[in-house]
């Protein structure tokens, strides 16, 4: 997984306001597929994260449960998802609360990262 991510890394400036490519993030479905992404960064903080372009990239191909995700730095070291990516990740299925998150520290499911979750009994 961390290999898939690690070959997306390419910084690179797309304008004066954007650049992309300092962070990039795989996801493997509960199909098995891999889908990739990069994150945008632009000067009006309309630019998205890498996760979002591989969750977008996944859900176009008729996708949304997530097995494993991971996210690395520019570097190719894994890092943690933010808190709207984790979000964002466990609203496109309740399945996806257990989908494994690769860090630098290990693995562990995305709910261990949303603790005292809003979503908790309102489905």
């Known amino acids: 997984m961390i290999t898939f991510a690690q070959a997306k890394i390419a910084p690179r400036k ?3 306001w ?24 632009t000067s009006c903080s309309m630019g998205f994260c890498a ?13 949304h449960h997530i097995a494993k995700v991971v996210a690395v730095d520019w570097q190719g070291h894994p890092i943690s998802p933010c808190g709207r990516c984790r979000e964002f990740l466990s609203q496109l299925s309740e399945d996806n609360l257990s989908a494994q998150v690769l860090t630098k520290a290990g693995s562990l499911p995305l709910a261990q990262l949303l603790p005292l979750d809003w979503k908790d009994g309102l489905v």
């Open 14 to 16: 797309l304008s004066p």
């Open 51 to 63: 996760e979002h372009a591989a969750a977008a990239a996944m859900i176009t191909a008729g996708e």
């Open 18 to 41: 954007a650049e992309s490519g300092g962070v990039a993030a795989a996801i493997l479905t509960r199909e098995g597929n891999v889908f990739t992404g990069v994150c945008i960064d």
